[in-house]
Nanobody, 130 residues
Framework: QAQLVESGGGLVRAGGSLKLSCTTS????????MGWFRQAPGKEREFVAV????????HYADSVKDRFTISRDDRKNTVFLQMNSLKSEDTAVYYC???????????????????????WGQGTQVTVSS
């Protein structure tokens, strides 16, 4: 059973930073694109960022562009999400997911569909206080 485990969430003041990690087994990681999503209370899950299998291509939601950075370390089978200049509207449970493709999955209006991801983590809570 494939497992993705997120960590690094917590409580931070607005303007602060957090770095999320998502660790998984090499078998399900190294040749696949990986993504981050989030779900705020009372809202639908939304796309945050995605990175291709080599780390050479990345794509971000407009709401986090220039503030968040996605990266991966294949030696550690881990994908990261560095979050800077956090805002209260970034408060959400953050999920990592494995794409079905190695390159960036197809986009609809600049966003990959959830069906393009086949394995999901349990999520980590990020709370930004204003």
């Amino acid at each position: 059973q494939a497992q993705l485990v997120e960590s690094g969430g917590g409580l931070v003041r607005a303007g602060g930073s957090l770095k999320l990690s998502c660790t998984t087994s090499g078998r399900i990681f190294r040749t696949y694109a990986m993504g981050w999503f989030r779900q705020a209370p009372g809202k639908e899950r939304e796309f945050v960022a995605v990175i291709n299998w080599t780390g050479s291509n990345k794509h971000y939601a407009d709401s986090v562009k220039d503030r968040f950075t996605i990266s991966r370390d294949d030696r550690k089978n881990t994908v990261f999400l560095q979050m800077n200049s956090l805002k209260s509207e970034d408060t959400a449970v953050y999920y990592c997911a494995r794409a079905r493709t190695g390159e960036l999955p197809p986009m609809v209006a600049g966003t990959p569909e959830f069906s393009q991801f086949d394995y999901w983590g349990q999520g980590t809570q990020v709370t930004v206080s204003s």
